[in-house]
């Protein structure tokens, strides 16, 4: 009997039972921060190269309207930097035009143009703008709208860039 308890245990995988417990909570520490440091390591550059690949858009100018084609308090909409990214044109004086990203920094409804009191408008919420600087004038929006770079060339209006909101 007590050979084929011998030939058993050299036959077994190695599995000890007092040393089951080793994984306690030091090692379990361990062992996840080093697997969080992994994961860490490997999104770095795809983080890096979707800031570049923002970067880039922002710099394509692109046309939005005639200068004769707005009148002094009307707006337009048009889509800048990419085609989902939607953006009003306000034309504030005979020769003034500011430009905003129209998603509101609150939840991202639409915002639009309100000339009777010459504000930028969030209906979800009553989230207003003021249509100078895309500041935050009542509501909830926690930041300012960004603005959009504008070019003036043979009086045609080009968006070139984005500034992001302060917070």
């Known amino acids: 009997m007590k050979k084929i308890e011998e030939f058993l245990r050299k036959l077994s995988f190695n599995i000890r039972r007092d040393r089951e417990l080793d994984l306690n909570r030091r090692g379990f520490i361990a062992s996840t921060l080093?697997?969080?440091?992994?994961?860490f390591v490997s999104a770095t550059p795809l983080a890096v190269l979707s800031k570049n690949r923002?970067?880039?858009?922002?710099?394509?100018?692109v046309f939005i309207i005639d200068e004769k084609d707005i009148e002094v308090g009307e707006s337009v909409t048009f889509h800048y930097p990419e085609d989902n990214d939607p953006a009003i044109l306000v034309r504030i004086s005979e020769k003034e035009y500011?430009?905003?990203?129209s998603k509101c920094t609150?939840?991202?409804c639409p915002?639009?143009?309100?000339?009777d009191t010459g504000k930028?408008?969030?209906?979800?919420?009553?989230g207003f703008f003021n249509v100078e600087d895309g500041s935050v004038l009542a509501g909830p929006p926690p930041r300012a709208l960004p603005s959009i770079k504008l070019k003036h060339k043979n009086k045609k209006i080009y968006a070139v860039g984005i500034t992001q909101a302060q917070h």
């Open 106 to 108: 609150h939840l991202m």
């Open 120 to 126: 930028l408008t969030c209906p979800c919420h009553n």
């Open 54 to 61: 923002k970067e880039e858009s922002h710099d394509r100018e």
């Open 34 to 39: 080093s697997l969080m440091g992994v994961f």
């Open 98 to 101: 500011r430009a905003y990203n």
């Open 111 to 115: 915002v639009y143009w309100e000339k």
